[in-house]
C-alpha cells in the first residue's frame, strides 16, 4: 500500500514548487503596484476630508439655524468655517504625506547623466 502514495507525493512537491515560484512572483509584483495605489488612497482621503468638512461645517449652520432661528446665517457661517477647516486639515496633511515622500529612497529616477541618457546626433 505504501507505493500507492509515491506518485501522490511528486505531485504534491510539483506543486508545491509552482505555488512558491507563483508566490515569489506576485511578492515581486506587489511594490509596484502598492506605490500607485497609495498614492490614489492619498488623494481620495484628502478629498474626502475636504468634501466632509464643508459637509459639517453646513450641518452645523443648518442646526444653528434651526434652533437658534437665526436665518441663513448660521449656514454661511458653518460653510465659511467648515470650508476654512477642511483647507488648513488638507493642506497639513498633504504637507505630511509630501514630507514622507520626499524621505522615501527614490528608485529606478534617471538623472541624465547615466548611460541611459539619449545619445544627441550631430550634423
Same mark, same amino acid.
Given at each position: 500500500?505504501?507505493?500507492a502514495?509515491?506518485?501522490?507525493?511528486?505531485?504534491f /512537491?510539483? $506543486?508545491?514548487a509552482?505555488?512558491? +515560484?507563483f508566490e515569489?512572483r506576485?511578492?515581486?509584483e506587489k511594490?509596484?503596484?502598492?506605490?500607485?495605489?497609495?498614492?490614489? /488612497?492619498?488623494?481620495?482621503?484628502?478629498?474626502?476630508d $475636504?468634501?466632509? =468638512?464643508v459637509?459639517?461645517?453646513?450641518?452645523?449652520?443648518w442646526?444653528l439655524?434651526?434652533?437658534?432661528?437665526?436665518?441663513p446665517? =448660521?449656514?454661511?457661517g458653518?460653510?465659511?468655517? =467648515?470650508? =476654512?477647516l %477642511?483647507i488648513?486639515?488638507?493642506?497639513r496633511? %498633504?504637507?505630511?504625506?509630501s %514630507? /514622507?515622500?520626499?524621505?522615501?529612497p527614490?528608485?529606478?529616477?534617471?538623472?541624465?547623466?547615466g548611460p541611459? +541618457?539619449?545619445? /544627441?546626433k550631430?550634423?
Open positions: 500500500m505504501p507505493k502514495d509515491e506518485p501522490n507525493d511528486k505531485a /512537491q510539483s $506543486l508545491d509552482r505555488l512558491d +515560484a515569489a506576485k511578492a515581486a511594490p509596484v503596484k502598492a506605490a500607485g495605489e497609495k498614492a490614489s /488612497q492619498d488623494g481620495y482621503r484628502l478629498l474626502a $475636504l468634501i466632509g =468638512g459637509l459639517v461645517g453646513l450641518g452645523f449652520g442646526l439655524d434651526h434652533y437658534a432661528g437665526t436665518g446665517w =448660521g449656514m454661511v458653518g460653510l465659511l468655517i =467648515g470650508t =476654512g %477642511a488648513f486639515s488638507v493642506v496633511k %498633504a504637507t505630511k504625506l %514630507a /514622507q515622500a520626499s524621505k522615501a527614490a528608485k529606478d529616477v534617471d538623472n541624465g547623466d541611459t +541618457a539619449p545619445k /544627441q550631430r550634423d
